[in-house]
């Protein structure tokens, strides 16, 4: 019988990761306990071993490269509580409304400091488009500019950002395209400095779900929001858009994607960052759309997610003398392995970043695919 160190090594082996190596992406086991964890805990044992101290990695962007690229997370077995979690998803909606606040306050309340000095000038909170740009607050610049093209936002179109964050999009068109703009998200703190951002633009944000709104408009974005919308309520999410879109108009909806149909994240990424999040697949996505919306057209540009969470992990280190008095040296260990576990995710392809253009009953004439 191997014992638990040996049974790692083998499985690292598969990615071409060593313990103790000379290669950035090898790891240094600073306890011996590490591998036990692991094997008992799989992801959740990884990443709070990592919290912990009992592992270490130059470029832990790297190993988690290697280790999405040789599909180790399917070679580990799963935990029970895991497990359990993916019972417990298929009977309790973890994204119902009593619970849509949730996310807010685990996670875009935690500091307005800590996104001020992470992303770029205009707090923009999702992947960037990086054809033609050389820094990420081009990158911002050209992804906003990208969506407002898609959706052929014109001056005095009143237009809605489902989980609009600080309000980068809505302020973005209310300057540039002369829309009326209306955001929606379910942190306090967003809101708070949204609205103060949002100051002489025709522009505003609320503190509300998206299940609440009623108005009518020419057109609706949703920019890294359906990840929090879980599978059992993307079907309603689709029909509150549709109630909500004016019939000529057009809806954008940016998203993660996964390679899987899920029930339930990652437990460590449920645990310490996006609770009750879910990143849906393509599957998911068309069975939601089915009967309800016309798509115009389906863009893939994951690969610059890369690039996007890098730039944030880059921001986050240089900047954080400036904030940590407002946080302690785990939450550093937390951030940099979020930022750097997803950076890997997004290079080795696992995940994607779709913009899909939606129409209610198809646009007469062909749909400008812009790129």
């Known amino acids: 019988m191997i014992n638990n160190k040996t049974a790692i090594q083998e499985l690292l082996s ?21 591998y036990k964890r692991v094997l008992s805990q799989s992801s959740l044992g990884l990443g709070e071993s990592y919290m912990d101290g ?22 580990i077995k799963k935990n029970p509580s895991l497990l359990f979690r993916i019972l417990l998803a298929r009977f309790i909606n973890f994204q119902s409304k009593n619970k849509a ?30 054809k033609n740009a050389n820094n990420l607050d081009e990158a911002q610049e050209n992804k906003l500019d990208l969506t407002c093209k898609k959706i052929g936002l014109k001056p005095g179109m009143k237009v809605l950002d489902i989980g609009c964050g600080w309000g980068s999009f809505v302020r973005y068109a209310a300057e540039k395209y002369g829309a009326d703009a209306t955001g929606i998200t379910v942190s306090k703190k967003q809101v708070e400095l949204g609205n103060i951002l949002c100051k002489n633009l025709p522009a505003k944000i609320k503190l509300q779900d998206y299940r609440d709104v009623n108005e009518k408009f020419d057109r609706i974005v949703s920019l890294g929001m359906f990840e929090h919308v879980g599978y059992k309520n993307y079907k309603e999410y689709m029909r509150v858009v549709c109630r909500c879109l004016k019939d000529d108009g057009l809806f954008l909806l940016h998203t993660i994607g996964g390679e899987k149909s899920l029930t339930a994240i990652d437990p460590w990424m449920n645990k310490y960052i996006f609770p009750g999040a879910l990143l ?8 939601a759309i089915e009967g309800v919306f016309v798509v115009e057209d389906w863009h893939n540009f994951g690969a610059y997610y890369d690039k996007t969470l890098m730039a944030w992990h880059d921001n986050f280190c240089a900047n954080w003398d400036k904030i940590k008095m407002n946080y302690d040296d785990r939450f550093k260990r937390i951030w940099k392995y979020y930022l ?4 890997g995710s997004f290079r080795a392809r696992k995940n994607q970043l779709w913009q899909i253009a939606l129409s209610k009953k198809g646009l007469l004439g062909v749909y400008d695919s812009i790129r």
């Open 14 to 34: 598969l990615a071409n990761i060593k313990i103790n190596g000379s290669n950035s992406w090898d790891i240094k086991v600073n306890n011996e306990k590490f």
């Open 54 to 75: 009992w592992w270490d990695c130059d470029k832990l962007d790297e190993f988690f490269f290697h280790v999405f690229q040789a599909k180790l997370e399917y070679k």
């Open 101 to 130: 606040f949730n996310i807010g306050e685990k996670h875009y309340d935690i500091g307005n400091d800590l996104y001020k000095n992470m992303l770029d000038k205009r707090m923009t909170y999702t992947c960037g488009y990086w």
């Open 280 to 287: 849906p697949s393509i599957k998911q996505i068309a069975k």
């Open 340 to 343: 750097l576990s997803c950076a």
